[in-house]
């Protein structure tokens, strides 16, 4: 121990100050314990190994020598030759994954980290939902809005899809899809974009007189279906979703460029395997195994949709965005003028009109 003459670190240095302090009787050995993290009985062997064999000792016994977990050298070189060409990029928990998973190496895994806040307790109890502009292609295409809507319970991503950018119809779908696939939750919670609440100060004649607002469209589907919409106060407060961003932003950037993706379709193509992926790795069991999911309507296509209300005119037309629909005379009914309709958007475009309940037959009117 005494041949060793390389320098000692900060950390050893407070060290040898405190366990020299406490040998010449300057500070009890509670006193240093406390200071330096370590039980009282640690404290002594230190100073005895000080009295016996100096400051180096205090020194971290395993200082200038290899570690007994580095990987061989052929491995290493292995290692760093696909980490600089194939994996160019990838963080090292995801080169880790990617070596062992496709390329058959074996290597240690890095721990988890702890939980930072206590997640809801059932699955499809709280859903959180955002969106994420980025050059997710990193210029091999157009810049990309990734949507998504995680779950707070487990973390698992339900739904997820990259648009063109952030719109009601994206969230829209990402509804629809969500619906299907799980059910419909118990509360949404997001930010106070334009798309989920009313921000604007205009209130509309029917409004006034109604003394109380129409909500957005999404705000309407999600009313339709007894969801509960909570808006966070900030960034921080979506913390756990704006952390699934951060992921992806590296992951997933990573994945499309392994892949090449370079338009909208590819890149879509990718992100469903990498959502499989992703479940696999990350989500985690509930606290209570029973889920807070309900059963979804069967009218979907008047949910997850764009829904307009118009006066018909005295000659049976509904005009709506610079079209004329022309109703004819329906089963039970000769004219519908002065009734009030409905106009149903689909996600897809297609135009659907509805009495009450009752789908409406119409025809495209000319202009005029």
Known sequence: MRGRTFALSQKELQRVSVISSCAKG??????????????????????????????AALAHANRGQPSPRRLPAPLRQAVLRLARSTYAGFNDHHLCEKLCEVEGFSLSRAPAHRQRRLRSAREGELVQLDGSPHDWLEGRGPRLTALGMQDDATGKILAAQFFPSESATGFLSLLRQLLRRHGVPLAFYGDHSGIFVRNDDFWSVEEQLAGKRQPTQFGRALQQLGITFIAARSPQAKGRIERLWGVLQDRLTSELRLAQACHLDSANAVLRNFLTDYNRRFARRPREMQTAWRLSPENLDRICCFLHHRVVSNDNIVQWEGQRFQIPQQARRFSFAGAKVQIYQALDGRVSLYYRDTPLQHTLAPPG
């Open 26 to 55: 300057d500070m009890a050995c509670a006193r240093a314990a406390e200071l330096l993290s370590l039980s009282i009985r640690q404290v002594k062997r230190l100073k005895k190994r000080l009295r016996e064999q100096g400051e």
